[in-house]
């Protein structure tokens, strides 16, 4: 099972919780998938739901998606 390991290979650091905080979302609460959705195709410097997109915030929104997945 080569798939079962692969997110440990990346080098990708965790952060818990960074993403609820940037986003100003309680961590017991879930982060509404359309929202990161919508920050994963906006532009950089742009505006989403009162949140400016910036390059580390939209690292985060596709990664969350990604491993929301698994």
Same mark, same amino acid.
Request: net charge positive.
């Given at each position: 099972m080569k798939r079962k390991m692969w997110i440990q290979k990346t080098g990708i650091k965790?952060?818990?919780? /960074?993403?609820?905080?940037q986003l100003r979302i309680p961590k017991g609460k879930k982060i509404p998938?359309?929202?990161?959705?919508? %920050? @994963?195709? @906006? /532009? %950089?410097?742009t505006k989403v739901r009162g949140h400016k997109v910036t390059g580390l915030l939209k690292k985060r929104a596709v990664l969350a998606k990604t491993l929301r997945r698994y």
């Open positions: 965790r952060h818990p919780g /960074k993403l609820h905080k998938s359309k929202l990161l959705t919508d %920050i @994963a195709g @906006a /532009k %950089i410097g």
